[in-house]
Nanobody
Framework: QVQLVESGGGMVEPGGSLSLSCAAS????????MGWYRQTTGKTRELVAA???????KYTDSVKGRFTISGDSFKKTVFLQMNSLKPEDTAVYYC??????????????????WGHGTQVTVSS
């Protein structure tokens, strides 16, 4: 059984910064990739950023230059540093772990593991 535990998030004013952390526990040696998705009410969950065990990263266009993802594939942890936050970044952020690479190449699938989500609110 694999569990993802998220921490961080909260409320910040526009232009501020927040960081998210996620740690995985359970009977899996390593993930192909880990990442963060976000979702707002009525919208599809979307990729924010992801990182592979080899250090490759990807970001959705709207966060490039503002967010930085990092991870440790052996410790099974992933971090997201969010700077210059905007109101449109407001969402529930979910940690994702992709065991086989299918999510990295094709998007979320049945083999993924998910955290419970953490709220990020950007508002003045």
């Amino acid at each position: 059984q694999v569990q993802l535990v998220e921490s961080g998030g909260g409320m910040v004013e526009p232009g501020g910064s927040l960081s998210l952390s996620c740690a995985a526990s359970g009977s899996i040696f390593r993930f192909y990739s880990m990442g963060w998705y976000r979702q707002t009410t009525g919208k599809t969950r979307e990729l924010v950023a992801a990182v592979t065990s080899h250090g490759a990263t990807k970001y959705t266009d709207s966060v490039k230059g503002r967010f930085t993802i990092s991870g440790d594939s052996f410790k099974k942890t992933v971090f997201l540093q969010m700077n210059s936050l905007k109101p449109e970044d407001t969402a529930v952020y979910y940690c994702n772990a992709d065991p086989y690479g299918t999510t990295w190449y094709n998007g979320p699938g049945a083999n993924d593991y998910w955290g419970h989500g953490t709220q990020v609110t950007v508002s003045s």
